[in-house]
Structure formats: structure tokens, C-alpha cells
């Protein structure tokens, strides 16, 4: 997990609000990624970015939106319109050098819906 | 979507034993990832294999990789306890994303 940061580890939130997770990194890696994992699943992909103030959709992008006003940083907002949103939620890096296609992992965020 | 096959999906042997773990997919890859995944935590990166290669080895990890048939095999030798976890591959998609596939988990039995 190391330099990854994700907070917090566990969020409960009330149907109809919007909450955000926060994803930090010190590894000066310029691609940053948010993958949703549900039960006995593997991963998808919500939103990613290559560099700052750029970020594209991934598969699973409706209900979510993103920022990447700084390099190290990459929130993930939830929003309302998003209709299951209890999931585990991951930030992963990756530089972006050639050759280097591995991505690093946070520690992830549990969000549960009451 | 989600363009990995896995099998099996769950997987239960005694400690000492060898652990295989199977992996296909539907479309052209540049390189096949597995990663290990720790009950509650984040992925962790094992093996990277490309497209080019057939096999690779980590410690007591051996990867191999068939084109052809669009699949690839994880194998633990010499499972220990603390190998329990859930095992992903990934398939790099693009220059940019991986596509997971859902994953064997597998559990060590002292």
C-alpha cells in the first residue's frame, strides 16, 4: 500500500447525499485510477487520469465524478444519482514511463449506504 | 466490462501443495498482470508476463502465457498459510487500463 493514501477507511452515508473519497500519493506517479470492487467481484473501472485538470470515464463512470487539480491528489465523488454505491473502493497509480504497466494500490475505502 | 475469465473460482488445498490458478480472455493482449488481494485490502502486484513471452518466474511463482488459446496460469509451488487470498489477473488494455478478470480465491489449510 505504501505511499498511497485513501480516507477514510470506512464511510456510511444516507441515500440522497453526496460523499467524497480521497486518494493521496507521494510516488510521483502521473496516472491515477478508481476501480469499484463488490462482493466476490473483481475489479471495474469508475474514472482515470493521466495528468493534471485531464481525466477520462471508464466503464462504470454514471453517479460518479472526479477531479485531478494536482498531481498527487484524485478524489472520487459519489453523488446521488449513483443507485448502488455500497462497494469497496480502490486508487490505484501508475507512472508513466515506458514499459512500466504495473499499477499500485491504495488500501481502499469501504462505503456503505444506510 | 470485464474481459477475464477465471477459474477456478475458488480453490482449497492443504499447505505444501501446489496451487494453479487459470486465467483466458477474448481479445488481443500487450501484457497479462496478476495481482494478490488480501481480505479487506488493496491488490498487490505479483507477475507481469507480455504478450511475447510464454513463461515467467518470481520465487515460487511460475506464469505462463498462451497466445494462442488466450489464456494463462498462475502457479504457487509450496503453498504456505499465508498465501490465502484472492488472486486477479488483469489484461493491459491500451497503453492505459487493465481489464480484471474476477478472480480464484484460494485458501491454505495447515
Known amino acids: 500500500d505504501g505511499g498511497i493514501t485513501q480516507s477514510p477507511k470506512y464511510l456510511f452515508r444516507k441515500e440522497g447525499q453526496n460523499v467524497t473519497l480521497s486518494c493521496e500519493q507521494n510516488l510521483n506517479h502521473d496516472a491515477m485510477y478508481w476501480y469499484r470492487q463488490d462482493p466476490g467481484q473483481g475489479l471495474r473501472l469508475i474514472y482515470y487520469s493521466q495528468i493534471v485538470n485531464d481525466f477520462q470515464k471508464g466503464d462504470i463512470a454514471e453517479g460518479y465524478s472526479v477531479s485531478r487539480e494536482k498531481k498527487e491528489s484524485f478524489p472520487l465523488t459519489v453523488t446521488s444519482a449513483q443507485k448502488n454505491p455500497t462497494a469497496f473502493y480502490l486508487c490505484?497509480?501508475?507512472?508513466?514511463?515506458?514499459?512500466?504497466?504495473?499499477?499500485?494500490f491504495g488500501p481502499g475505502t469501504r462505503l456503505t449506504v444506510l | 466490462s470485464q474481459q477475464g475469465e477465471e477459474d477456478p473460482q475458488a480453490l482449497s488445498i492443504q499447505e505444501g501443495e501446489n496451487a494453479t490458478m487459470n486465467c483466458s480472455y477474448k481479445?488481443?493482449?500487450?501484457?497479462l498482470q496478476w495481482y494478490r488481494q488480501n481480505s479487506g485490502r488493496g491488490l498487490v502486484h505479483l507477475i507481469l508476463i507480455r504478450s511475447n513471452e510464454r513463461e515467467k518466474h518470481s520465487g515460487r511463482l511460475r506464469v505462463t502465457l498462451d497466445t494462442s488459446k488466450k489464456s494463462s496460469s498462475l502457479l504457487i509451488t509450496a503453498s504456505r498459510a499465508a498465501d490465502t487470498a484472492s488472486y486477479f489477473c488483469?489484461?493491459?488494455?491500451?497503453?492505459?487500463?487493465?481489464?480484471f478478470g474476477q478472480g480464484t480465491r484460494l485458501t491454505i489449510n495447515p
Open positions: 481479445t488481443s493482449i500487450n501484457n
Open positions: 490505484a497509480t501508475r507512472p508513466l514511463a515506458v514499459g512500466t504497466d504495473t499499477q499500485y
Open positions: 488483469a489484461r493491459g488494455q491500451g497503453a492505459q487500463k487493465l481489464v
